[in-house]
């Protein structure tokens, strides 16, 4: 059994910073993409940033200059630094994990639970 817990979320005003992190444990063989999405209040699930196993990262255009993703591909964790941050950023925040569980599985997607990310102005 997989799961991915997160930490990090909370409230802080416009202009503060926050660092999410998640990890992923159990039953793990390989993991490959990890990443974060958020979802604000009546709107989809969209893509924050991502990484590769190999480090390769990408950010949604609203957060680039801002955001900084991370991984510990020993430990498989990521984590998500979070600057100067707006209003608008407010969301729960997912972290994701491309794993597989063994060498013959094929890659899942699994989610995190969500951390609460609110900004005030």
């Known amino acids: 059994q997989v799961q991915l817990v997160e930490s990090g979320g909370g409230l802080v005003q416009a202009g503060g910073s926050l660092r999410l992190s998640c990890a992923a444990s159990?039953?793990?063989?390989?993991?490959?993409?990890m990443g974060w999405y958020r979802q604000a209040p009546g709107k989809g699930r969209e893509l924050v940033a991502g990484i590769t196993s190999g480090g390769t990262t990408n950010y949604a255009d609203s957060v680039k200059g801002r955001f900084t993703i991370s991984r510990d591909n020993a430990k498989n964790t990521v984590s998500l630094q979070m600057n100067v941050l707006k209003p608008e950023d407010t969301a729960v925040y997912y972290c994701?994990?491309?794993?597989?569980?063994?060498?013959?599985?094929?890659?899942?997607?699994?989610w995190g639970q969500g951390t609460q990310v609110t900004v005030s102005s």
């Open positions: 994701n994990a491309d794993l597989r569980i063994t060498y013959y599985s094929a890659w899942a997607r699994y």
């Open positions: 159990g039953s793990i063989f390989s993991v490959s993409d």
